[in-house]
């Protein structure tokens, strides 16, 4: 049987491989496991083979599994409760965001990806408790314009970055994409494109970002070529959602 473990390697290794196919540093390229529908010993058993960023998409699911999370590795490392730093986990929000959800996300993850609107980072700015790192945002751009979803149109983008780069209690990283099923490769490299572009604009007008996040489980090696610095990477590690559905009804 394919453990958690076994998987993640697998992972680790197409990272790896796409980077030095992209004469990049495999090193800069860093992997954030998706544990959203899984539960905490799913979590746990990543953590045991050496993962340490997590994403999860829905609020009370994953502010939960934070919580146990860090009950279970503050038991497990015999540490004191008190002890801020010693589960040493970050969490990634990557879902959509309502604004009445925005203070439990401000308060219990690292990262947020999914910033599409300035009143959702207001909110975060605001409800950040001050005794906590800054909250670390990407900016979510919608690349493929013709079925808009969420995130930003690129029209848009610089206004929204410039305005979220200068509130306090964040730190604007990066940006975010999720591309349009395709099964064109041709058609997904060039959304990660532009998503790497548009970047280049803000770096250029004197934002500092250092971040792509782009890429999931089919499509790792092409968001790699491009660019992506956080490939967000789900079923290949934990298994098939819908499967799991199933198999738990
Ligand atoms: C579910 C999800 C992923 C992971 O998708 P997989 O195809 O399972 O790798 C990545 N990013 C976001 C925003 C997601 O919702």
Redesign the pocket.
């Known amino acids: 049987m394919t453990t958690i473990a076994d998987r993640l390697r697998v992972v680790e290794q197409r990272i790896a491989a796409a980077a030095r196919a992209a004469g990049r540093d495999p090193a800069a390229v860093s992997l954030l496991a998706?544990s959203?529908t899984w539960g905490p010993d799913a979590v746990r058993e990543a953590v045991a083979a050496g993962q340490r960023a997590f994403?999860e998409?829905y609020v009370q699911e994953g502010a939960d599994k934070v919580e146990a999370l860090r009950a279970m590795r503050l038991a497990e490392l015999g540490a004191d409760e008190r002890e801020p730093a010693a589960p040493g986990l970050e969490w990634h929000f990557?879902?959509p965001l309502q604004s009445n959800k925005t203070r439990r996300v401000a308060n219990t993850f690292d990262w947020v990806?999914?910033i599409d609107r300035l009143k959702i980072a207001e909110r975060l700015a605001e409800q950040r408790a001050a005794h906590l790192a800054p909250l670390k945002l990407c900016i979510q751009v919608n690349v493929s314009a013709e079925d808009s979803k969420s995130g930003v149109a690129p029209e848009q983008l610089g206004a929204l970055a410039h305005a979220v780069a200068a509130l306090p209690r964040l730190q604007l990283r990066g940006l975010m994409c999720?591309p349009e099923p395709s099964a064109d490769a041709a058609v997904l490299r060039a959304r990660f494109a532009l998503l790497r572009e548009l970047q280049a604009g803000l770096v250029a007008d004197g934002l500092a970002l250092d971040t792509l996040s782009m890429g999931?489980?089919?499509d790792i090696e092409l968001a790699v070529a491009e660019g992506a610095t956080i490939v967000?990477?789900?079923?290949?590690i934990f298994g098939d959602?819908n499967r799991q559905a199933a198999t738990e009804k």
């Open positions: 998706v959203k994403g998409n990557i879902g990806h999914s999720i999931m489980s089919q967000r990477v789900g079923s290949a959602r």
